[in-house]
């Protein structure tokens, strides 16, 4: 059991499986927080729902330490890769043979986890947290119509999703990857999933700042 801790393979193993984690988590997220668009009644209803399900508030714990298990892997790996890798020459072939996401997942990966660290305390910490420490939450539809109307605010966020989705057009098959889904028959499906599941994932968070941004009233007021 300590060889899947302390292996390459076992690392890689547990980083895919955390990650995947977090893929289905980003998908429920983004279905939330698109209801702002819908209305502001779907909106608190579905804060509401966070704030008040049980199942709810025993997964974001684990939330938490998916987050905490992908981050110290990813670190680990790269530190690891880093001190390992081979001289310039074959640095420049492999370069060639890999995509651009793939070559850059840690520099995404910090961006994410950057705006990350800043989203949550805007909202997580001014809504969710507050109802754990006896604080006074802020009314969650007004502050995500002020924050996602702030112009620079929305520019960090759409920089955001823009790492975000090449970290899971290239995160979402290499898991699968790491997982023994490595045949040419299934790879190319996945790689294409991926795109597919990234495009969903980055419009439906993209909308959200830009709907704000034009002053647009919901769709169903």
């Known amino acids: 059991m300590s060889n899947i801790f302390s292996s390459s393979i076992g690392k890689k193993l547990i980083m895919s499986i955390s990650g995947l984690f977090l893929v289905v988590f980003l998908l429920l997220h983004v279905s939330i927080n698109f209801t702002a668009i819908i209305s502001e009644k779907a909106y ?67 961006i994410v986890f950057g705006f990350l660290a800043l989203h949550l305390t805007h909202f997580w910490a001014k809504m969710q947290l507050q109802h754990f420490i006896g604080g006074h939450p802020e009314e969650a539809y007004k502050l995500v119509k002020e924050l996602f109307g702030t112009w620079y605010y929305a520019a960090v966020y759409v920089v955001w999703v823009g790492a975000l989705y090449f970290h899971l057009s290239h995160g979402f098959w290499s898991a699968f990857q790491t997982l023994g889904t490595n045949n040419s028959k299934w790879l190319p499906r996945l ?27 919901p769709l169903f007021p």
């Open 44 to 110: 608190m209803a579905a804060c509401n729902f966070m704030d008040t399900n049980i199942l709810i508030q025993i997964m974001v714990p684990v939330l938490a330490a998916g987050f905490a298990i992908h981050i110290i892997y990813s670190l680990i790996i790269t530190m690891k890769n880093l001190r390992a890798r081979p001289v310039s020459y074959a640095v420049g072939n492999e370069a060639k043979a890999s995509s651009w996401a793939s070559r850059n997942m840690f520099v995404l990966g910090l």
């Open 191 to 217: 790689q294409c999933i991926a795109k597919v599941y990234a495009v969903i994932v980055a419009l439906g968070f993209v909308s959200i700042p830009v709907y704000f941004l034009m002053g647009l009233d």
